[in-house]
């Protein structure tokens, strides 16, 4: 019975493992496409997982990361931004800088 619950928890955690990556993988597609259309630069081409935890919702409970990665207008300086995946599913981005859709 250990052996069995050994391989369990083995199999669990290479699980995870892949499954992060992947997640790692989509947030990097995500933040460089989204740096591209605000003609932002992403800096580092690295995001840095800030928080990990669960979140119940309809559809039932996912994996909820929170990665932080820095990115820089026009070169000059280092801003940071984060964005929030719920399982493999973008749930929230944010730069911090206000939205270029009014006229102003």
Same mark, same amino acid.
């Given at each position: 019975?250990?052996?069995?619950?050994?391989? !369990?928890?083995?199999?669990?955690?290479?699980?995870?493992?892949?499954?992060?990556?992947?997640?790692?993988?989509?947030?990097?597609?995500?933040?460089?496409?989204?740096? &591209?259309?605000?003609?932002?630069? !992403?800096?580092?081409? %690295?995001?840095?997982?800030?928080?990990?935890?669960? %979140?119940?919702? %309809?559809?039932?409970?996912?994996?909820?990361? &929170?990665?932080? !990665?820095? !990115?820089?207008?026009?070169?000059?300086? @280092?801003?940071?931004?984060?964005? &929030?995946?719920?399982?493999?599913?973008?749930?929230?981005?944010?730069?911090?800088?206000?939205? @270029?859709?009014?006229?102003?």
């Amino acid at each position: 019975m250990g052996n069995l619950l050994t391989i !369990f928890l083995l199999l669990l955690l290479g699980w995870f493992w892949l499954d992060s990556l992947r997640a790692r993988e989509i947030a990097i597609g995500i933040c460089q496409a989204a740096c &591209v259309q605000r003609d932002l630069q !992403f800096l580092d081409q %690295a995001v840095a997982l800030h928080r990990l935890g669960l %979140a119940w919702r %309809a559809e039932g409970m996912r994996l909820r990361r &929170v990665y932080r !990665f820095d !990115f820089s207008e026009e070169g000059l300086g @280092r801003r940071n931004g984060y964005l &929030v995946l719920r399982g493999l599913s973008l749930e929230e981005l944010s730069f911090g800088l206000p939205d @270029r859709t009014g006229d102003a």
